[in-house]
C-alpha cells in the first residue's frame, strides 16, 4: 500500500501541482494556456537552469520513483496534450535528442558523476540521447573511470545515443573487470548495432 501512495504522491508532485499552480497564477484555463504559441513551445529548448532543476528534483529519488522517471525515456508521446508543463516539455525535448545548448553536456556529466543514483542514471541517458559531439566524448572518456559506477553508467548513456559508430570503443570495454559493466557493455553494443 506504500508503494501505492508513493507512485501517486510523486505523480501529484510532478503532473498535479505545476498545472494547479500554473493555472491559478495565470487565471487562464488549460484550455487557453495550450492554445497560446503551441508551436513556439514545442520549439523552445530546455536551459541549463532547466536541466538543473530537473537532475536537482530528482536527486534522493527511491527506486520506485526512479523508474517512474526513466520510464519517460519511452513515453512522452502526449506532446500536445492541453495540460502539459512548459518546463517538463523543454526538459522531455532534451531526451529526444533536440539539446543544441553546448553547456548542458557539462551539467549532465557532473550529475552523471555524482553517486546520486537516480539522478545520475538519468543523466547519463541524458547524455545518450544527446546528439551534441561532446556528449559522446563525456560517455567515452567516463568508460574508462576509475568508478565502476560511473563505467556502467557510461556504457548505458552510449547505448541510448543508438550511434554504430561506437561499436569499436565498447567491444573493447567488455573486457572490463566489474562483470556489471561488462554487462552493461553488452547491452549497450545491443542497442547500438
Known amino acids: 500500500m506504500s508503494a501505492a501512495r508513493t507512485v501517486l504522491t510523486v505523480a501529484a508532485a510532478l503532473v498535479v501541482v ?5 493555472a491559478r497564477s495565470s487565471g487562464t484555463t488549460p484550455t487557453a494556456v495550450a ?23 530528482i536527486r534522493g529519488a527511491n527506486d520506485i520513483q526512479c523508474e517512474i522517471i526513466l520510464s519517460g525515456f519511452n513515453s512522452w508521446s502526449s506532446n500536445r496534450s492541453p495540460d502539459r ?6 526538459v522531455s525535448t532534451v531526451i529526444h535528442r533536440e539539446i ?15 553517486g546520486d543514483s537516480c539522478s545520475s542514471r538519468v543523466a547519463a541517458r541524458l547524455l545518450g540521447r ?9 560517455l567515452l572518456s567516463a568508460l574508462g573511470d576509475q568508478n565502476a ?3 556502467q553508467l557510461a556504457a548505458i548513456g552510449l547505448g541510448f545515443s543508438e550511434d554504430s559508430t561506437l561499436s569499436a570503443p565498447l567491444v573493447r570495454a567488455l573486457a572490463d573487470r566489474d562483470e556489471r559493466v561488462r554487462a552493461a557493455v553488452a547491452w549497450a553494443l545491443g542497442a547500438v548495432n
Do not use: K, N
Open 100 to 114: 543544441t545548448s553546448p553547456e548542458l553536456v557539462s551539467e549532465f556529466v557532473t550529475a552523471m558523476r555524482s
Open 35 to 57: 492554445a497560446t504559441s503551441q508551436f513556439a513551445l514545442e520549439r523552445e529548448q530546455a536551459t541549463a537552469a532547466d536541466v538543473r532543476a530537473y537532475l536537482q528534483a
Open 18 to 22: 505545476p498545472l494547479a499552480i500554473r
Open 130 to 138: 544527446s546528439a551534441l559531439p561532446g556528449a559522446r566524448r563525456e
Open 85 to 90: 508543463d512548459t518546463t517538463a516539455w523543454r
Open 149 to 151: 559506477q560511473v563505467r
